[in-house]
């Protein structure tokens, strides 16, 4: 008997699946804490505006600059989301948030991604 591991990606504030390329995951500091949310395309775009007067007013300290939009990537050069959503198309089981283990990692970069 074959199992089959489905993850589904969900908006954290609403629970409402999101379809390939209809959310976002969004990254924000607070306190000196980093923070990742999962979001739906609309409620990514409430949270910027809802935060845009606090950081019109903030002093940057780091990080790239970033049209808020464009696929996120690490020092290494693959992006997260893009790994994920080949994984899941190749059977891997991969974690929907946070870091992407390294033999995920290993097999996606093997497969000439």
């Known amino acids: 008997m074959a199992t089959r591991t489905v993850y589904e990606l969900v908006d954290d504030i609403?629970?409402?699946a999101i379809a390939d390329g209809k959310g976002e995951t969004l990254t924000f500091g607070l306190d000196?804490?980093?923070f990742e949310i999962d979001l739906t395309l609309h409620n990514a775009a409430?949270?910027?505006d809802e935060l845009a007067?606090?950081?019109e007013r903030a002093r940057?300290?780091?990080g790239r600059v970033s049209t808020g939009r464009q696929a996120r990537s690490t020092?290494?050069?693959y992006d997260p989301k893009a790994v994920r959503v080949w994984a899941r198309s190749a059977s891997i089981e991969v974690p929907a948030k946070g870091r992407i283990p390294k033999a995920v990692l290993d097999?996606?970069?093997a497969a000439g991604n």
């Open 14 to 16: 609403t629970g409402d």
């Open 32 to 34: 000196g804490v980093v």
């Open 46 to 48: 409430k949270l910027r």
């Open 53 to 55: 007067p606090w950081v």
């Open 60 to 62: 940057r300290t780091g």
């Open 75 to 77: 020092d290494s050069g």
């Open 107 to 109: 097999q996606y970069l």
